[in-house]
């Protein structure tokens, strides 16, 4: 499909994208979640709870994310001088009232008026996705008196997939949740950066170290009790699937690159060292789905005005990005382990 590089019609793009693969997915199974991969968006605001949806049944993730710059940035952000000039330079007249900004700094939502309003930074949803098409899915074990240990296994997995396919960036899939970063850590909007000065992205992230440290809010498998870090095997998954997700976010990026400047210069070299780094990677281990992205990485040419080759490139590398947090069991992923970061190094 082809994509237009402005921003409108680069909505308008991803929604019929989806609409599609809703359509394709109705046609095949009820529970092949992997046929819903897409690509990150902001939150839509008409979907958007906000977190006091979450507290009942959250409260430890909500005190821990309150600790966090993602929920900081709302009070302190159009605060900042350097904020103020990057918005005086493309001539927005409000941070907090401009898309331009809110799409990553906040989190936007429709009130009772048909008024948008920010209500919080990044939040819950803007990891998880909005909330309202699966907030009563996601936690539905299945009847009277079931409950997360009773629950048949069966029922589990319909239920997650469910959820993903009513719009929920459920982390039992973690490149779901890589998706989210990096859409945000990943600033695809060449006059921001242009003109207004903005960073092109968090160039030096890794998902591993960015989300063991103060993000962190592993509460639900422990019942509450503890907030550990992920275990070996799936901090080894997280490790490739961030990689993947920052190779898609890139190609995204680059394909709306027009001028040999600094964004185009920067996405394009960030999306050549994704593909470098899963290259190694796939020297390392036996999958055969990093062998499939290297393959479609190695089919492009990284350069400006190329939205039709790169976008369908970035398409192909979500579903294959879903499908190997779905299907890879981190044992077999061991002799990365000198590469992952260690505690010392999380954020
Ligand atoms: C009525 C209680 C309830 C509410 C309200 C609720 N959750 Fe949950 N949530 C749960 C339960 C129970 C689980 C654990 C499911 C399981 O056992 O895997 C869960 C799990 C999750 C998970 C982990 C994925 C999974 O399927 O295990 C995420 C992410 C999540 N919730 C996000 C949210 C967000 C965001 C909100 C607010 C928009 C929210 N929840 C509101 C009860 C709730
Ligand atoms: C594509 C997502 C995205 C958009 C759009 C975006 N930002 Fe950012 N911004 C980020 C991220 C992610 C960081 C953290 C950067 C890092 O890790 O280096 C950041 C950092 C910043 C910082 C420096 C950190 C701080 O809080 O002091 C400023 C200032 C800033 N943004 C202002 C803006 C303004 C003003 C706008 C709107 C004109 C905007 N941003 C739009 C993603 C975005
Ligand atoms: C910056 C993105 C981000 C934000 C914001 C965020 N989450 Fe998460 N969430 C994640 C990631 C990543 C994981 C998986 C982490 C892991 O497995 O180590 C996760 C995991 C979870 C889980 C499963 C934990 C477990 O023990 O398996 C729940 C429940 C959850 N989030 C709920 C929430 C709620 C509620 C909020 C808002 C207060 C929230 N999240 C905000 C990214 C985010
Ligand atoms: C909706 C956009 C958005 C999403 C989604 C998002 N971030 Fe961020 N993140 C930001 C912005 C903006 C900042 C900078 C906030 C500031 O300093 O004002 C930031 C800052 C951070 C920081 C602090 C950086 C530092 O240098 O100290 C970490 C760590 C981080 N993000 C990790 C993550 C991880 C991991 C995920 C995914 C699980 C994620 N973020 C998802 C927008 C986002």
Redesign the pocket.
Known sequence: MFCSSTRVFAVVCLVASYAALTMSYAATSAVDASAVARAAEPADPHLVLGNQSCVKCHSAEVQAWKQT?HAR?FD???R?D??????KK?G?SS?KR?G??????YTEQLDSNNDFHVISGVSCESCHGPAKPWLDLHHDYGGEGINRLSELPDHRRQRIARSVEAGMRNPTNVYLVAQSCL???????EE?VNV?G??A?????EFVSWSQGTIRHNFVRSDGKSNDVSAQPRLRVMFVAGMIAELESSLRATAVATEKATYGVTVAKRAARSGARLRSVAEKVDSELIDQIVAVFDSITLKLNNSAELTAAADKTAQLGFQFAEQTDGESLSVLDTFIPKSDRYK
């Open positions: 710059p940035t302190q952000l159009h900042r350097e904020a103020k000039q990057i918005a493309l927005l941070i401009e331009r900004c809110v799409s990553c700094h859409r945000c850590h990943t600033t695809a909007d921001l207004g903005h960073s992205g968090s160039l030096d992230f």
